[in-house]
């Protein structure tokens, strides 16, 4: 339901909502758990959740240092206003070409599961984490169901 | 919930013990991409193609107070990089420069304190650290490059800190300092200072600084935290690469405490440890504690021979 609101109230939705248990955070609506995400030959297939996917929330929520901050890590030009890319990981630049949407939704779930064990990237939709997670963090995936979704929509925007 | 103890680091053999060159690394992040099979192919073309803006540490000379500091130098057998960087070789010119004038560093005045500190009377003894110890420029001489060291009383590794607190109970009758203290930041700065461009290392042999040596690898290699990093995640696997605005260092103990910019202070070496971690999303380990005791042995060990540079100058 929340898709119908306006953005403003959306974005602060969505601080609010990455506090919650995910299943929950969806308001019932058809979320795939973490657990339950099904991976095949390293893409998932399925939506995690039901909304299709926002482009435009999904560039916030990669750039948001509290929510993907994906730019920590990867470049990526058409967001060059924004400052300071990391590149511990490669340019997403073209990232749409190079993979399918499935095997993006794959990568931003959990990265290892695609890369391997030792992959750096951490998992955003995953219960696979390190030892010791604080308080605020415990029992809680990076992203949202949702905010998943709206990642994915904006990496296929990336073509060269 | 899983969780993982993973080496993070690739290209490199378990546990980082193959040794390997910095470009080997730095290539080994796209090359072990390949093992991976059906999306290696647009992984290689990708990875290959990238020429990170700032991916090396600069080549400059560090001299400070008229010596010149070691800030490269072939690793200790057994390392897992062929030569060790200081993290002054990956900061901007301007901060460069402000730790190579002793004039301009503002950590300097830390220094001052400390030796203010180091002649003042405290507690019940009525001692202060000279009356004991004397001129600390000959006393303290090297002294600092040379810790953590085994402590047969309380069979643990000792770090400056501790080695301070000690004094001050049991030899002055004066009361530990809290963590972080602003004189304790102080006192450390002052001691280390005296040991300014000397190679650091420390003896592995003393009592079972070994374990705690193993202990602290296996934590430098241990992921944490919502983020699923570990140290070497960040400072080995990633080294010479930008994480957002921060160019990453080989994360060397060499310059503490330091002066950071960014806090406006000096930066004790485990309010640093503590900060990396809690960067991870995870709980910090409490300072002195045994995990980030091991956690310095074992890093410390990772930067023998690099300079001494207290007070250092970071962003």
């Not at chain 1, 750039?63 to 058409?78: F, Q």
């Not at chain 1, 073209?94 to 064990?117: C, H, Y």
């Not at chain 2, 070994?210 to 290699?221: H, I, P, S, V």
């Not at chain 2, 806090?263 to 980030?292: W, Y």
Request: hydrophobic share 40%; charged share 25%.
């Amino acid at each position: 339901m929340k898709r119908t609101v306006t953005k403003s109230i959306v974005v602060g939705c969505l601080a609010v909502l990455a506090s919650v248990p995910v299943t929950v955070a969806a308001g019932g609506a058809a979320t795939v758990a973490p657990d339950d995400v099904a991976f095949t030959d390293l893409t998932v297939t399925a939506p995690v959740s039901a909304p299709p996917g926002d482009p435009v929330r999904g560039a916030e929520v990669f750039v948001s240092r509290s929510l993907g901050n994906c730019l920590a890590c990867h470049e990526v030009t058409v967001l060059k206003k924004e400052l300071f890319h990391g590149n511990v990981g490669p340019s997403l630049d073209g990232a749409g070409d190079r993979w399918s949407v499935a095997q993006l939704r794959a990568i931003v779930v959990d990265a290892k599961k695609v890369f391997g064990p030792e992959a750096m990237m951490p998992g955003f939709y995953s219960n696979h984490v390190g030892l010791h997670v604080d308080k605020e963090h415990a029992g809680k995936t990076i992203l949202t169901a949702d905010q998943v979704e709206d990642v994915v929509a904006f990496l296929v925007t990336l073509k060269e | 919930m899983t969780k993982s103890r993973v080496n993070p680091v690739r290209g490199v053999g378990h546990m980082g013990r193959t040794i390997v060159s910095k470009n080997e690394i730095k290539w080994g992040l796209s090359v072990s991409l390949f093992g991976v099979g059906l999306l290696s192919v647009g992984l290689l073309s990708v990875g290959l193609s990238i020429a990170p803006a700032q991916a090396d540490p600069v080549d400059d000379t560090l001299v400070i107070d008229g010596k010149e500091m070691i800030t490269r130098t072939a690793a200790p057998e057994g390392h897992p990089f062929k030569e060790v960087l200081s993290g002054w070789l990956f900061r901007t010119e301007e901060t460069r420069a402000l730790e190579a004038d002793s004039f301009q560093n503002p950590a300097m005045l830390g220094v001052d304190e400390g030796a203010e500190i180091w002649e003042t009377v405290e507690g019940t003894a009525g001692k202060s650290c000279a009356s004991c110890h004397g001129d600390a420029a000959e006393s303290m001489a090297g002294i600092g490059a040379h810790y953590p060291k085994w402590d047969p009383e309380t069979k643990r590794p000792v770090n400056m800190e501790l080695k301070i607190n000690q004094c001050r109970e049991k030899n002055m009758g004066a009361e530990a300092y809290k963590f972080d203290a602003r004189e304790q930041k102080a006192l450390t700065s002052f001691i280390k200072y005296q040991s300014l461009g000397d190679p650091m290392s420390i003896d592995l042999s003393q009592g079972d600084m070994r374990a705690w040596w193993d202990k602290g690898k296996e934590l430098y290699y241990t992921r944490t935290g919502q983020l699923n990093l570990a140290c070497g995640s960040c400072h080995e696997a990633s080294m010479g690469k930008m994480i957002r605005a921060d160019h990453l260092s080989q994360g060397q103990v060499n310059g503490f405490p330091t002066y950071r910019l960014k806090q406006q202070g000096l930066v004790s070496l485990h309010n640093r440890l503590r900060g990396c971690i809690r960067d991870t999303r995870a709980e910090m380990p409490k300072a002195f504690s045994d995990d980030l005791m091991a956690i310095e042995v074992y890093v410390t060990w990772r930067g023998t021979g690099l300079s001494m540079e207290t007070p250092a100058v970071r962003h």
